[in-house]
């Protein structure tokens, strides 16, 4: 017998809470930040997150990333996650090699920048079981990215996340301004008691677009990026991955043990992103919004969504390459913003990179 799914939605939502944050990250994409036509709308009531949680479960939505902004900026962030810990998610997975449909408590996930971490709020994460992400975007470099001298600060809530046996992930975007101490940075992290990596090369968006000519890094510092988080993964015996993906022919040569790389956009197809007001985009990149998540069937048929699902955006310079059904040609969302079509190359590939 065949299980039906209980939606065409991933499985897993980022649900951005929040348009606030208080850090000035230069290298932050969030496409209200750009200065451009994105407007914030108002954002979403206590109830109205709480209701949409309880339609994703039953939609068979298993996987909660919450963020902002800075969500623990939002005076209900911890109401909205112990909400969330309390319902029951379809989920469809393989058990003892059968296909098995059945309810379970989503995952839930923080992302951070740590610096409304409380003792408290540690507390909750590790009775509930929530996994934390908190971005360390350099050691030296933290003040001069973020607007804040908290590298430290992120050190230590990993130290305690060890000690309360909190699973986490060390979040470092790498530019061109701190890709030099990048094998500190994650040393020092992994020194810590960080778990595991994710990693995410700069991509032009958001506030990021105002300063790409300082912090985009070119194909040969990518492949370097790549090659020294690997090392350290190895050194430290830790996995991670690259966040975004990146075109096949960037990896060339490259022997990497540790470190997974994706070339697949995995935009509405693995995950999906719910902003502040409640509607749906493709991916936290994307600047263009769809339906609001209450009106999640019209994003079956909505041109852009279909765009990802499809995978209908394969960049001309890439269509004779005999290893396009290996490779998207990079971050589909990167070429879109910084280039204005999403079958534009990725900016990794472009001339001014």
């Known amino acids: 017998m065949r299980l039906k799914s209980p939606s065409f939605l991933p499985a897993t939502a980022v649900l951005e809470l929040t348009y606030a944050c208080n850090h000035q990250c230069l290298f932050c994409s969030c496409p209200w930040e750009a200065g451009r036509s994105f407007e914030k709308l108002d954002e979403l009531t206590t109830v109205q997150w709480k209701e949409i949680l309880e339609q ?112 986490t992930t060390v979040n470092s975007t790498v ?25 995410n090369r700069f991509l032009p968006g958001g506030r990021g677009l105002a300063h790409a000519h300082r912090l985009v890094l070119n194909l040969e510092q990518v492949r370097e990026m790549l090659s ?11 996995t991670g991955h690259l966040g975004t993906e990146i075109p096949l022919c960037a990896l060339d040569g490259l022997e990497l043990k540790k ?6 956009c995995s935009a509405a197809r693995g995950f999906f992103v719910i902003g502040p007001s409640g509607y749906v985009r493709v991916c936290n990149h994307s600047e263009h919004r769809l339906s609001h998540i ?9 041109d852009y969504w279909r765009t990802f699902t499809m995978k209908t955006y394969l960049p001309a310079e890439c269509r004779g390459c005999g290893r396009m059904t290996e490779c998207d040609g990079g971050c589909r969302e990167a070429a879109n913003v910084f280039l204005g079509s999403v079958a534009a190359p990725d900016p990794l590939l472009t001339p001014s990179s």
């Open 56 to 167: 994703l479960c039953d939609l068979g939505v298993s996987s909660f990333a919450f963020t902002g902004g800075e969500a623990l900026l939002r005076d209900d962030c911890i109401e909205l996650m112990e909400h969330a810990s309390t319902l029951q998610a379809i989920k469809t997975e393989t058990i003892d090699g059968k296909l098995v449909q059945h309810r379970k408590t989503p995952e839930l996930y923080l992302l951070s920048n740590g610096s409304t971490l409380t003792e408290e709020i540690m507390g909750f994460l590790a009775e509930k079981d929530v996994k934390l992400s908190i971005s360390l975007p350099g050691l030296s470099t933290f003040k001069e990215h973020t607007g804040h001298d908290n590298a430290d600060m992120v050190l230590g809530w990993f130290r305690r996340a060890k000690e309360l046996g909190i699973q």
């Open 175 to 199: 530019t061109a301004l701190n890709l030099h101490e990048l094998p500190k940075t994650l040393s020092a992290a992994f020194l810590a008691g960080a778990g595991q990596l994710l990693m």
């Open 228 to 238: 020294a988080a690997d090392d350290i993964l190895v050194r430290a015996n830790r």
């Open 259 to 264: 470190l997974q790389v994706g070339t697949r």
């Open 294 to 302: 209450t009106r999640w069937r019209d994003l079956k048929e909505n």
